[in-house]
């Protein structure tokens, strides 16, 4: 194959969720309505969290990034199936699909180191309550926002050094609505083997070894508590557990889909879903509707909202 013919791709054509016009129209107002609730909810944390002064602690510093996070990672794809489905013109330039590619994977890295130092904060508070606030200060804090973003751009760059390079020459379908790595590799020109396990031992490794490490982290944290206060057993399940559910969502499909990259059904395509429209909406709802201290602020700012309203 000569070197002219490694150019002809110029665009990737995203085959979506269906090729059903029904499917498509369901599928066009379900997002929308999910998207904007996902820019409502995470929004909101982020604002509240920012402006009301008994919120300013390291728990809700991390919480609040990771709504930003979640906003961001939706942003990146959501919007963009929302127009293909309106329009029609479902296509994609080759630069459109490595961007994608790139900050879907600095967004991903990012959070996953995210969780990790959330994991810490709160096995500081439970374990070591009186050592809280000297060990996670706002030094701690930016120290450890600034380490998720850094590891998520090093796991990144390290990810498409691997193939931003690779000739394609046709086809140049991707059956998704959004441009990752499994389904870009495939359509390279080449034996693409090699590529699928570097895939597999940088993503799919990472994922899974994470996930593992921050469940064995709350089991010890649970362990630990047992072990000196019986009675603080409950608040601790109560407390964790909403931080497992969030872990269970994120890490589950990322396990699938870079554990087993090149499936033959599209299970793929609908955990991507769950992960770009029901995780950032449900994190909001798992963070909030269970703190009593985000309660109270919702509350302080709905009667502050109708004071307003009754001088005005």
């Not at 959330?118 to 500081?124: G, K, L, S």
Request: charged share 10%; with cysteine.
């Amino acid at each position: 194959m000569n070197e002219a013919n490694y150019t002809e791709v110029s665009q990737f054509v995203l085959l979506g969720l269906s090729t059903s016009t029904p499917i498509q129209h369901f599928f066009l107002a379900v997002s929308t309505v999910f998207y904007v609730i996902i820019l409502l909810g995470n929004l909101f944390v982020v604002f509240i969290v920012s402006f009301d002064s008994h919120l300013h602690s390291p728990m809700y510093f991390l919480l609040a990034n990771l709504s930003f996070m979640d906003l961001c990672f939706s942003t990146l794809t959501v919007p963009k199936m929302i127009s293909d489905l309106y329009s029609g013109h479902n296509t994609i330039s080759f630069q459109g699909c490595v961007i994608q590619i790139f900050v879907l994977h600095v967004l991903g890295g990012s959070e996953m180191v995210l969780l990790i130092a959330m994991a810490f904060d709160r096995y500081v508070a439970i374990c070591k309550p009186l050592h809280y606030l000297t060990i996670m200060n706002s030094r701690m804090c930016i120290l450890l926002l600034s380490g998720a973003w850094v590891s998520g751009l090093i796991h990144s760059v390290a990810q498409l050094a691997f193939v931003v390079h690779l000739p394609f020459c046709g086809p140049n379908e991707i059956d998704s609505f959004y441009c990752d790595l499994p389904w870009f590799i495939k359509l390279a020109c080449i034996d693409s083997y090699r590529m699928e396990f570097l895939v597999t031992a940088n993503s799919g490794l990472i994922s899974i070894d994470t996930f593992f490490l921050l469940i064995i982290s709350y089991i010890f944290i649970l362990v630990t508590v047992w072990k000196h206060s019986s009675g603080g057993l409950s608040k601790a399940v109560s407390t964790l557990s909403a931080h497992i559910t969030v872990v269970v969502l994120f890490f589950g499909p990322c396990i699938f889909v870079y554990m087993w990259p090149f499936p033959s059904v599209s299970v793929d395509k609908f955990l991507a879903i769950l992960d770009f429209m029901i995780t950032p909406i449900l994190n909001p709802v798992i963070y909030t509707l269970r703190n009593s201290d985000i309660k109270m602020t919702m509350k302080r700012l709905s009667s502050h909202l109708l004071s307003l309203r009754k001088i005005s």
